[in-house]
């Protein structure tokens, strides 16, 4: 079983960093593919970073490359997101999803992922 906590939000100021953690506190050897999703008040839930199984791939939505790094310890169901040069736009409730797979690809869409944490909250002010 999958049971995802996420931890690491918080209040800050644009342009500084945060990074947050993705821990599974269930029972599993299972492989899984993650990533990260946010959703801002009265908007879609959207694809922020992707990892592989492996962590060898993954993949960013065009709004975080260059300032986001997502990173896991390989074939643990464990996953951070390291977050520089924080805009106010970034300012969204941040959900961990996991994907028991046996491919080696990353998956963008949230209907992709069938297990999901909690979500921790990132307040950017300008």
């Known amino acids: 079983q999958v049971q995802l906590v996420e931890s690491g939000g918080g209040l800050v100021q644009a342009g500084d960093s945060l990074r947050l953690s993705c821990a599974n506190s269930?029972?599993?050897?299972?492989?899984?593919?993650m990533a990260w999703f946010r959703q801002a008040p009265g908007k879609e839930r959207e694809f922020v970073a992707a990892?592989?199984?492996?962590?060898?791939?993954?993949d960013y939505a065009d709004s975080v490359k260059g300032r986001f790094t997502i990173s896991r310890d390989r074939y643990k169901p464990e996953v951070h997101l390291q977050m520089n040069s924080l805009k106010p736009d970034d300012t969204a409730v941040y959900y961990c999803?996991?994907?028991?797979?046996?491919?080696?690809?990353?998956?963008?869409?949230?209907?992709?992922?069938?297990?999901w944490g909690q979500g921790t909250q990132v307040t950017v002010s300008a």
């Open positions: 999803a996991a994907k028991g797979t046996t491919t080696w690809r990353v998956y963008l869409a949230a209907s992709d992922y069938g297990y």
């Open positions: 990892v592989s199984r492996s962590g060898d791939i993954k």
């Open positions: 269930g029972r599993t050897s299972s492989p899984y593919a």
